[in-house]
């Protein structure tokens, strides 16, 4: 299974950006593709998830109204649309994979261990 993740880069506050996390070796439609991310000298954090299957999603309160998460089958990639960037947004954001939607939701990144290598976001003031 490889995930690999793209779209980062240097956005002013407002603006946007927009990730792509394309997946190999696995279907999307099988398991639950989440966006998490980590600011230097912090812990990771779940950012967005979701499950093509069901239609499930889910988003961390910090980013809701901003952030939207899509599947797109056909290219086995998940996207993550990002709006309104602030500055607290800069971080090395990652897509991790699990076969289960629910775990995923609960557990957040301890329960993974499928990652992309990541992509770096930095939003200016």
């Known amino acids: 299974v490889q995930l690999v993740e793209s779209g980062g880069g240097l956005a002013q506050a407002g603006g946007s950006l927009r990730l792509s996390c394309v997946v190999s070796?696995?279907?999307?439609?099988?398991?639950?593709i989440g966006w998490f991310r980590q600011a230097p000298g912090k812990e990771r954090e779940g950012v967005s998830y979701?499950?093509?299957?069901?239609?499930?999603?889910h988003y961390a309160d910090s980013v809701k109204g901003r952030f939207t998460i899509s599947g797109d089958s056909a290219k086995n990639t998940v996207s993550l649309q990002m709006n309104s960037l602030k500055p607290e947004d800069t971080a090395e954001y990652y897509c991790?994979?699990?076969?289960?939607?629910?775990?995923?939701?609960?557990?957040?990144?301890?329960?993974?261990?499928?990652w992309g290598r990541g992509t770096s976001v930095t939003v200016s003031s």
């Open positions: 991790g994979a699990d076969p289960s939607y629910f775990r995923m939701a609960e557990a957040g990144y301890k329960s993974l261990n499928i």
């Open positions: 070796g696995v279907s999307i439609a099988d398991y639950a």
């Open positions: 979701i499950s093509v299957m069901t239609g499930m999603t």
